[in-house]
């Protein structure tokens, strides 16, 4: 064999040999980044698990205490009508009250005395919800009726 073949079967043989070594070292730079990416989508995903549950945790605290608010307000101080008088009704609003009516069923009251009021009870931060603000622009504009309906059941 002579020398020239022998220098490029050499010569051959270290390219592949080169290539590959550089072509392993590339692919494992790509491979490090890659698994350092996943690590940090890993932690950005726990990092938003963890968020995402404390917000849940404060919700259902936040309504839980509304709850019990809506329940208990008819007790407390800054409810101003005798709880005999709140009727709870929990949707759309919370106590229909008929303040004056106890009186008067008593005999201690007068019928012109009477009202009617809706209540929505509300804590914290939380704001009356659009149907709930219909509610009150169809009283504010006069739009309340009594009606009386009668079941027949002899037929």
């Known amino acids: 064999m002579s020398i020239w073949m022998a220098m490029l079967i050499g010569t051959c043989i270290g390219v592949v040999l080169t290539t590959l070594i550089l072509s392993n070292t590339r692919n494992g730079r790509v491979k490090a980044e890659y698994e350092q990416y996943i690590a940090e989508l890993e932690l950005?995903?726990?990092?938003?698990?963890?968020?995402?549950?404390?917000?849940?945790?404060?919700?259902?605290r936040a309504v839980l205490k509304g709850k019990m608010a809506e329940q208990l307000a008819p007790i407390m101080p800054e409810f101003q009508y005798l709880p005999s008088d709140a009727k709870f009704l929990g949707d759309?609003?919370?106590?229909?009250?008929?303040?004056?009516?106890?009186?008067?069923?008593?005999?201690?009251?007068?019928?012109?005395?009477?009202?009617?009021?809706?209540?929505?009870?509300?804590?914290?931060?939380?704001?009356?919800?659009?149907?709930?603000?219909?509610?009150?622009?169809?009283?504010?504009?006069?739009?309340?009726?009594?009606?009386?309906?009668?079941?027949?059941?002899?037929?």
């Open 44 to 60: 950005e995903h726990q990092q938003a698990l963890v968020s995402a549950q404390k917000r849940s945790v404060n919700t259902s």
């Open 92 to 155: 759309p609003v919370d106590y229909v009250v008929f303040d004056g009516y106890s009186d008067f069923r008593d005999g201690e009251g007068r019928a012109e005395d009477i009202e009617v009021v809706l209540i929505d009870i509300k804590s914290g931060g939380a704001r009356l919800t659009k149907g709930q603000q219909a509610i009150a622009q169809a009283i504010a504009q006069g739009r309340v009726r009594f009606e009386t309906i009668r079941i027949d059941f002899d037929d």
